[in-house]
């Protein structure tokens, strides 16, 4: 009878280690999970942050083209019209040419 509380106080106490081991693993993991939180969250507000400076940087380069591509067609526009006239004029007087050639015989 005496060998079985012995026994049962051994048990006892290698549950009681067990159990503050598991406390202490649950509180360093709970340690480090704040830790691990915190960088995760340094680099999540890093990552918005370059985020942030990369869409204004986009945001520049759209208004910049923009800007110049304004500019380039208001220097373009005449040019084209007066293309645009020339082309039809073409086409008018090789319509007429073809009525000529084919039109008369």
């Known amino acids: 009878m005496e060998e079985q509380k012995s026994t049962t106080k051994d048990i006892e106490k290698v549950l009681k280690e067990i159990g503050a ?3 202490e693993l649950v509180q360093k993991g709970s340690e480090a999970g704040m830790e691990v939180k ?3 969250e340094k680099k999540i507000q890093d990552l918005k942050e370059k985020k942030t400076t990369l869409e204004d ?5 759209k208004d910049l083209l923009e800007k ?4 380039k067609k208001e ?7 007066e293309s645009k006239g020339f082309l039809k004029e073409g086409f008018k007087q ?8 084919f039109g008369k015989k």
């Open 21 to 23: 081991k598991i406390e």
């Open 38 to 40: 915190e960088d995760i």
């Open 57 to 61: 940087e986009l945001k520049k380069g």
């Open 68 to 71: 110049e591509f304004k500019e």
């Open 75 to 81: 220097e373009f526009e005449p040019k084209l019209k």
């Open 94 to 101: 090789f319509g007429l040419a073809l009525k000529a050639l």
